[in-house]
């Protein structure tokens, strides 16, 4: 178990982690601190537990959409393999058809052959 300093509106709090997980947590607190300093910018200090609150508010509302814009990538992704995977159907349709196709050519040709053969 580490330790790492943290910085929050200014004011240090050090805390416990896993061991390698000190500059993500440092990342995670930088990224809560600009949203409390923003708030004590335009609403003042009103104390550190509400600007904490509305901070961590913000945070799990960012977290939220960044969720439902995952959520709808991902059923992007399912209709474009669902697209995929048709398209790749019709291919192979395709491709035995023409087989079928050119498998009836050729015995028609060979069928052509034989009689042109037995007229000469």
Avoid: W
Wanted: net charge negative; glycine share 8%.
């Amino acid at each position: 178990m580490s330790k790492v300093t943290i910085s929050l509106n200014g004011r240090p709090f050090t805390i416990g982690c896993e061991d390698g997980q000190q500059a993500y947590l440092k990342e995670l607190a930088g990224h809560l601190d600009t949203h409390v300093r923003d708030l004590a910018e335009k609403v003042g200090q009103i104390g550190e537990l509400r600007l904490l609150l509305m901070a961590s508010l913000i945070v799990a509302d960012e977290m939220r959409e960044a969720q439902g814009r995952a959520e709808a990538l991902e059923s992007q992704l399912l209709d474009a393999k669902g697209l995929t995977s048709q398209a790749e159907a019709r291919r192979r349709t395709d491709r035995a058809r023409a087989a079928e196709i050119l498998t009836r050519a050729a015995a028609r040709l060979e069928t052509l052959a034989e009689i042109d053969g037995a007229e000469a």
